[in-house]
């Protein structure tokens, strides 16, 4: 099937496509907050339990390449219904298992199937609409994620508390079977690439314009895990440990606001938009440097944090996507999953590090030089890798 070509704007087919990103994150994150339930269920200790999101972890990073490469001549549609499956087959499995290391093993399958969806669905996206949306399809197609963020986590973390965390698995669960019918009903179908034009990670890494955006993903992304992993102790240094809840709340609402801005603006100022992206995230770090005993200030410094952060996926997916070409974006993609998975790990071994040796004061100013190094190269990288607008193929 071909991409589509009337006037209306596949809605449907491309929050199909967020549904499969929403449950990839809450697969992933669920865990964080109900470690303590999931410990006692599992008669394990809490760090023990925390493994689980390890695992999830490993799983994505490092299946997102080889699978993508293995599955680059794959049917679009039969692979993402799969991975589908993969997660209601492991998701299922969690939530039944009364044994450690089968829910560990189920942890590490979920973690492999999210890094084929990371892989899958931005390129998908562009492939079911017309050039000039492009921009905006990856913005909706990437919406799940801010969306289980600020509002799923915490949902299924409260349900957790009162109903089981067992439940928020099956739930979920419950979720992929219905988005597998989703698809079905209203995702098209496309071809892999064929043979002669499949890509290799050594053609890819000497296409132009495709290392200075990893390089962007890395300091960009190793700056929000930072700050996002450590932000307890950070606010509790600042005597603001109460406010928790209601600063990822912020932080939250913001970042939907921010993919809303830049599923509007991408496809005529792209380069634009990942500038001002990291200058507002920069000035965030700045405040937080100078200001944090205000809490008006941190605040305000929240909110600025998400507002970057919400279109920070659809920028550099779609600015990867333009530098890699068509052919090549399911690639291109995967690889920015595996850099995007090296800053989440990065961002938790760097913060603990920072906390054991120079304080949580050193947080923000460490944030601060991590995103003006990822401005300066995307200020530099104009010619390939983050050009004007992404109307040309």
């Known amino acids: 099937m071909s991409k589509n070509t009337s ?55 490092i299946a997102a390449i080889p699978v993508t490469l293995a ?10 219904l799969l991975t589908i499956l993969v997660f209601l ?61 600020s509002l799923g986590v915490p949902a299924g973390t409260f349900l957790g508390a009162f109903l089981g965390w067992r439940l928020v698995f099956g739930i979920i669960s419950i979720l992929s079977l219905v988005l597998m019918g989703w698809i079905l009903w209203k995702v098209p179908d496309f071809p892999g690439q064929i043979s002669e034009k499949r890509h290799s990670i050594g053609k890819l890494f000497g296409v132009p314009g495709v290392l200075p955006i990893l390089f962007v993903v890395l300091t960009w992304m190793l700056a929000h895990n930072i700050l996002y992993a450590y932000i307890t102790p950070f606010l509790a240094h600042i005597s603001l440990q109460n406010y928790v809840e209601l600063v990822l709340f912020v932080f939250g609402i913001t970042a939907l606001l921010g993919i809303w801005i830049v599923g509007l603006l991408i496809n005529r100022w792209l380069r634009l938009m990942v500038l001002i992206s990291l200058m507002i995230f ?91 190094m990822a401005l300066m190269i995307a200020w530099r990288a104009k010619k390939y890798s983050f050009v004007k607008h992404v109307e040309t193929d």
């Open 7 to 61: 006037n209306a704007f596949p809605w449907l087919g491309l929050l199909a496509l967020a549904m499969a990103g929403f449950i990839a994150v809450m697969t992933e994150t669920v865990p964080a907050g109900l470690l303590p339930k999931i410990a006692e269920g599992l008669h394990i200790s809490d760090s023990l339990a925390g493994q689980l999101v390890t695992l999830y972890g490993i799983g994505s990073l």
């Open 89 to 149: 087959i492991f998701n299922t499995l969690t939530a039944l298992s009364t044994i450690y290391v089968l829910t560990l093993v189920s942890r590490f399958f979920a973690g492999v199937a999210a890094g084929v969806v990371w892989s899958t669905i931005a390129g998908y996206a562009m492939r079911m609409v017309d050039t000039q949306f492009k921009g905006r399809a990856i913005a909706v197609a990437l919406a799940g994620t801010p969306i289980a963020l």
């Open 71 to 80: 599955t680059q001549n794959w049917r679009r549609r039969p692979l993402l």
């Open 282 to 372: 920069a000035i965030a770090s700045l405040l937080l440097a100078i200001s944090s005993a205000n809490i008006t200030i941190v605040f305000l410094s929240m909110g600025l944090w998400g507002l970057s952060f919400g279109g920070a996926g659809t920028l550099i997916q779609t600015a990867l996507a333009q530098a890699a070409g068509e052919e090549a974006v399911d690639l291109a993609i995967s690889m920015s999953a595996t850099f995007w998975n090296l800053a989440i790990a990065g961002g938790g071994l760097i913060g603990g590090v920072l906390l054991d040796t120079l304080g949580v004061q050193s947080i923000p100013w460490t944030l601060l030089i991590l995103v003006v």
